[in-house]
């Protein structure tokens, strides 16, 4: 009984590490360059307004008219995308996170990117 029992605590062990392992998060994989960008919209009111519009037609479905989420997609308003730059934020636009269901947003101009991201920090 006890060898049945080891051998079953090493799979629970070796199968916890590997899910462990496997949640990467995003902000990881943001190359350096990135991060150093600023934005060119920033303290831009007409472009926070812009950016608005951009997150409504494209990312309120998934994370809701106001950015709270909703069952497909988290928060906006959650820490971690509080305290990302403003590069990474352009980064996960641009990349999107497939392995959490975030679509790449490549074929938006960067400037509609960059108003989405202009949006986002000012707190709407």
């Given at each position: 009984m006890r060898p049945a029992f080891m051998s079953a605590m090493w799979l629970c062990c070796v199968c916890c590490v590997g899910l462990c392992a496997s949640r990467i998060n995003w902000r990881d994989e943001v190359l350096p360059k990135?991060?150093?960008l600023t934005n060119p919209y920033a303290g831009q009111p007409v472009a926070a307004q812009a950016g608005g519009k951009l997150f409504s037609r494209y990312c309120a479905q998934c994370h809701g008219r106001d950015g709270?989420?909703?069952r497909r997609a988290p928060s906006l308003r959650s820490r971690e995308l509080k305290g990302a730059s403003a590069g990474e934020?352009?980064?996960l636009l641009r990349n999107g996170n497939l392995r959490d269901g975030m679509p790449s947003w490549s074929h938006?101009?960067?400037e509609?990117?960059?108003q989405i991201v202009t949006w986002l920090q000012t707190g709407n």
């Open positions: 990135f991060r150093l709270n989420g909703l934020l352009f980064w938006l101009p960067d509609q990117r960059w």
